[in-house]
């Protein structure tokens, strides 16, 4: 039994990780291999501080869409309720807690657009859903914490939180963003969290992250999905979202699945196609347009029917 395990990372890779949460702490699912020195399965982190007994084989299922190689997806974060079985509906929430109040800076300092965090947050959702009958429906999040009576959110919950900071030059870097897995996270199982210590962009490099990427990976654990076991190559322009250094993408438009992405959802909720439905809140400037433009047709309305009521 391993005990104690928090935010490992590992010093010979010039890489920023992404950390799989428990309730207590980080860990790297790679590096619990490379120190268990085991390979035909891997310890899942569930349970706190202390690793679980619990076995997660991975998969021998062969993608032809990879030129027949061998999935090397890993499954094990528990799952969403699918009353019907794999292939079947699966409907999840999700809100926002605190990502629109400019908590997430740019290098410049400024805050990063909400509409580029929407946008993107949005994107990384549609990634899944396009290959599973996966269906995220935006719910209203009052910014309240868990136990209060009054908060509202959804089962996926974004925000913004201190991690770990930036990364420190000639160090390793930190990790930028964590997510819990449905099983096994307590109250904030489902969420996902972004470091406001880092910097963030638009088009993701190695120290400052896209909301894109990060969602994209941490979406996969808020499903069940652990990190593949791909080998990885960070300049290969097809490399799997679950490695455990998630890929960088360009802004929304970018962004994109491995095959072995694919296999590893499908293996837990089937194959098909789900949506995204976010809540239908239009801007300020859109709003005011809508009031104004609401305003002439009643005001035009009623002077039209001023004569008639003249002449009566």
Not at 202 to 215: E, H, M, N, R
Not at 254 to 260: C, M, P, V
Request: charged fraction near 15%; proline fraction near 8%.
């Amino acid at each position: 039994m391993l005990s104690r395990w928090s935010r490992y990372l590992i010093p010979s890779l010039t890489l920023a990780l992404v950390g799989i949460s428990t309730n207590r702490g980080v860990v790297v699912a790679c590096e619990l291999c490379r120190l268990t020195g085991t390979t035909a399965h891997h310890v899942s982190p569930i349970g706190g501080d202390d690793l679980d007994d619990t076995l997660i084989a991975p998969s021998a299922q062969t993608n032809e869409d990879s030129g027949g190689a061998t999935a090397q997806f890993l499954v094990g974060g528990g799952k969403w309720p699918q009353p019907g079985g794999p292939g079947s509906p699966v409907t999840v929430t999700y809100s926002y807690e605190n990502m629109f109040n400019g908590g997430l800076r740019m290098p410049s300092g400024q805050s990063l657009p909400n509409d580029l965090i929407r946008r993107s947050i949005e994107e990384a959702f549609s990634l899944w859903a396009s290959v599973a009958p996966l269906h995220f429906v935006e719910v209203p999040d009052n910014g309240r914490p868990y136990g209060d009576p009054m908060s509202t959110f959804g089962q996926i919950r974004f925000r913004h939180v201190y991690i770990n900071g930036p990364d420190i030059p000639g160090q390793a870097p930190m990790a930028k963003a964590r997510a819990y897995f449905p099983a096994s996270g307590g109250q904030y199982a489902g969420d996902v969290e972004f470091d406001h210590g880092d910097p963030w962009q638009q088009v993701g490099t190695l120290t400052s992250p896209d909301i894109l990427g990060a969602a994209a990976h941490e979406i996969g654990h808020t499903l069940g999905l652990q990190h593949t076991n791909l080998p990885f190559n960070y300049l290969d322009n097809n490399q799997a979202v679950m490695f455990w250094v998630f890929r960088r993408f360009a802004g929304p438009g970018t962004g994109e699945l491995h095959a072995d992405d694919i296999a590893g959802v499908r293996a837990v909720y089937g194959a098909g196609i789900g949506s995204v439905t976010p809540l239908a809140i239009p801007e300020p400037a859109t709003s005011t347009l809508m009031t104004v433009a609401l305003t002439a047709v009643w005001l035009g309305s009623s002077l039209r029917r001023a004569p008639s009521r003249m002449r009566r």
